[in-house]
């Protein structure tokens, strides 16, 4: 099976300026999610930026840079650009990896591309985890998802769900899971959403992901085997996560 892995990566952050080249244990951080990316087995990897400072960095990451528009509103429209400048057959796997995730496990790349080749009728692919904590079941700041028992996505919610009826959201229920916000694609389907507008529901829920439903491009949803460690939104994330380096915590963590 081959992949490519494509890594939006603007340089304007508004809670932390410069994000993707902030220094993380002496590296910038786009350094550190450029690694984890050769380590999967991708055929390829490209960083997707409108910035100069940020493609010299990713080839200083042994990586290509990839120029696209200012102008996107997501990172999801920044990789369809890429994949129309390479002119990608329609079934070719592209798998997003956020560039604020330097501890992102190359398992987990692998395993999203490999949840989407092996579902013929999936557009996408991507991966959750048990939630086993009360706050972060009923934080808006955490997506739920809820599946099918086929293994297909069936909603994505700031919301907690599902949600019990007869009993206090304290409970917990082995339904209840985070979504991680990582992405496969085939090409074809990448070109359909990126093209379309946003619908109601990624509107209220403000989840891009939910785009997909409207355009009935069917989600293959897998349990992680690693999970990320945190991701980076401001300085207090990165001191956690060169905590965690010194440490000795690698990018994967076992899902148990």
Known sequence: ?????IIPARLASTRLPNKVLHAIAGEPMLAHVCRAA?????TEVIVATDSEAVAEAARVAGVTACMTRADHSCGTDRIAEVAAQRG???????VNVQADEPLMPPALIDQVATALDSDT?????????????????????IVKVVATPAGRALYFSRAP?????????TEFEACAFRHLGI?????GALKRFSAAPPGALER????????????NLPIALVEARTVPGPGVD?????ALVEALMAGGHSAERDND
Request: net charge negative.
């Open 1 to 5: 099976m081959d992949f490519v892995v």
């Open 38 to 42: 050769r380590a999967s087995g991708a």
């Open 88 to 94: 990608w057959a329609d079934d070719t796997i592209v």
């Open 121 to 141: 009728e999936a557009a996408m692919a991507t991966a959750c985890t048990p939630i086993r904590d009360a706050d972060a079941f009923n934080n808006p700041n």
């Open 161 to 169: 769900i599902p949600f019990h009826r007869d009993s206090s959201n």
């Open 183 to 187: 992405y496969a694609y085939h090409a």
């Open 204 to 215: 209220i829920e403000s989840l891009e992901q939910l785009r997909a439903f409207e355009l």
């Open 234 to 238: 401001t300085p207090d994330d990165i």
